[in-house]
Structures are given as structure tokens and as C-alpha cells.
């Protein structure tokens, strides 16, 4: 049997906002509204549905996204432009940069709420050996 992710809950103050700041970040486009939900479809068919809670109901959680090399440049220039603190690691030890871990390249950020996002292009111990 195969599981696949088919969705998960973003939880925000505002939830178009966090939905705008993170498809501006990616290139994404917001792909649906129902309900309290505004939805941002991913390259592997998985959505992140953004929704309004109270702020005192939000646990910040980590994002990661694997991106292609041309996308992490694209979003990173997007993040030093607009002047987003950035870190290399997620402890934050490193800032200002991105790390080159696995060959690839890797960058953390916070969104509007605090939740810790990640862009890298090579997921973690490597690419897979065909």
C-alpha cells in the first residue's frame, strides 16, 4: 500500500497573508479558497491550506521544500531583496547565508507567523543512487 500526503493545515493570523508571502517567495500561485482555506498547490500534488486561528493557537512548525537549483536562486533573490532575515543552519548560528550541505544549496526563514521555512535543493543524505 502507498500513503501520500495529500494535504496539510497551515495555521496563521491572516491567511492570505501567509499564503501571498509564501507563493511570492516560491513563484507559486494560490490555487484555491473554500471555507477558512486558501490553498497553494506543490509540484507533487500536495496542497498547503493557510488558515485563520487565533494567534495564541499557532505552534510555529518546519516547512521544507525541495526545490530545483534555478527555483532556490530565484527565491533566494526574492528573500535578500526584500530584506528577510535568513539563516544557513536552523539554529540560526549562520546568518545572512546558505549552506551547502549534501552538494546542494539550503536556506531557512521565518514567515509571518514564525513558522520555520526551508528551501533545498538536494534532500538530505544526498541523491538518491539510481
Do not use: C
Amino acid at each position: 500500500m502507498s500513503v501520500d500526503l495529500n494535504h496539510t493545515i497551515v495555521h496563521a493570523r491572516d491567511n492570505r497573508e501567509s499564503a501571498r508571502f509564501f507563493t511570492e517567495i516560491v513563484g507559486l500561485d494560490i490555487t484555491g479558497e473554500w471555507g477558512p482555506f486558501v490553498a497553494v498547490a506543490l509540484g507533487n500534488g500536495v496542497t498547503l491550506d493557510f488558515a485563520t486561528v487565533p494567534e495564541d493557537r499557532i505552534t510555529p512548525q518546519h516547512y521544507a521544500f525541495l526545490v530545483s537549483e534555478e527555483e532556490f536562486d530565484a527565491a533566494y533573490a526574492r528573500i535578500t531583496e526584500r530584506g528577510i532575515e535568513h539563516y544557513a543552519d536552523p539554529h540560526q548560528k549562520h546568518p545572512g547565508t546558505i549552506n551547502r550541505n549534501d552538494g546542494g544549496k539550503g536556506v531557512y526563514f521565518m514567515d509571518p507567523v514564525g513558522h520555520a521555512m526551508e528551501l533545498l535543493t538536494v534532500p538530505y543524505g544526498g541523491r538518491p543512487t539510481a
